[in-house]
């Protein structure tokens, strides 16, 4: 049962992705012959490897991670608080920090890491790229030998299924069907490419990225038939 998890030991997550260039033209050509190999099925007859590359921050071998917003709830003597950070710069900087997180405050066996499509996307995500740089996988994210009950991870797509497997929710949907206030969003994950890249305003990504955050804790509170958050619980840390 959710709700006899304490709201302190899960972390809230949320992942924001792009191309590992801004160009396809920039890629060493055995990079590009992998890219081709690797989305021949994903693209239709129309879409050249060069078109569709503006979509490679999906991958995790043909992507990086430029921002990671997280969230934790406190109690005080208000209330409950919501705490929203983020992580960005070099990537290697920013996943060693957030690795440091995790092992420091979010490392014991009762805590847990929640995220919308997180098993699918933002787990196994971090993961890869922290190998790929060389960084040594906190126990958060290590899935060798564990069972699945072991897996510390909770995912809010998966617990709106219901064990409907075939099931695909977005976030934003079920936060619409829940009640869950829907913030003003000026952009989506189809621009964040874009937004990095050519406009080159990762605070607009920050935005964006602690946003879903706040959402996914508040599905997460609706899933458990408990209040949501205040805006004045709501704090940037």
Not at 47 to 62: K, Q, V
Not at 110 to 128: I, M, S, T, V
Request: hydrophobic share 40%.
């Amino acid at each position: 049962m959710i709700s006899r998890i304490p709201l302190g030991d899960i972390l809230f997550l949320d992942i924001e992705t792009v191309p590992l260039a801004s160009d396809f033209g920039m890629l060493p050509e055995e990079a590009q012959e992998l890219w081709a190999l690797k989305t021949q099925y994903q693209r239709k007859e129309e879409y050249t490897p060069e078109a569709f590359y503006e979509r490679a921050g999906i991958w995790a071998e043909f992507g990086k991670i430029v921002c990671i917003s997280v969230g934790f709830f406190l109690h005080t003597q208000d209330g409950r608080t919501f705490r929203v950070r983020s992580f960005t710069g070099e990537e290697k900087t920013l996943l060693v920090e957030f690795s440091a997180l995790l092992e420091s405050h979010f490392g014991g066996r009762q805590h847990l890491l929640c995220a919308h499509n997180g098993k699918e996307f933002d787990f196994p995500y971090l993961a890869r790229r922290m190998i790929i740089l060389g960084i040594e996988l906190p126990q958060k994210l290590s899935m060798f030998g564990k069972k699945p009950w072991e897996i510390p991870h909770l995912d809010t797509m998966e617990l709106w299924r219901f064990g409907d497997f075939k099931h695909y929710t977005s976030l934003k949907l079920l936060a619409h069907v829940l009640g869950v206030p829907s913030p003003k969003e000026d952009i989506d994950g189809s621009m964040v490419r874009d937004v990095y890249y050519e406009e080159k305003d990762l605070e607009r990504i920050v935005e964006y990225c602690e946003r879903d955050v706040v959402t996914v804790a508040q599905v997460f509170l609706r899933l458990r038939n408990e209040g949501l958050l205040r805006e004045d619980q709501i704090v940037n840390v």
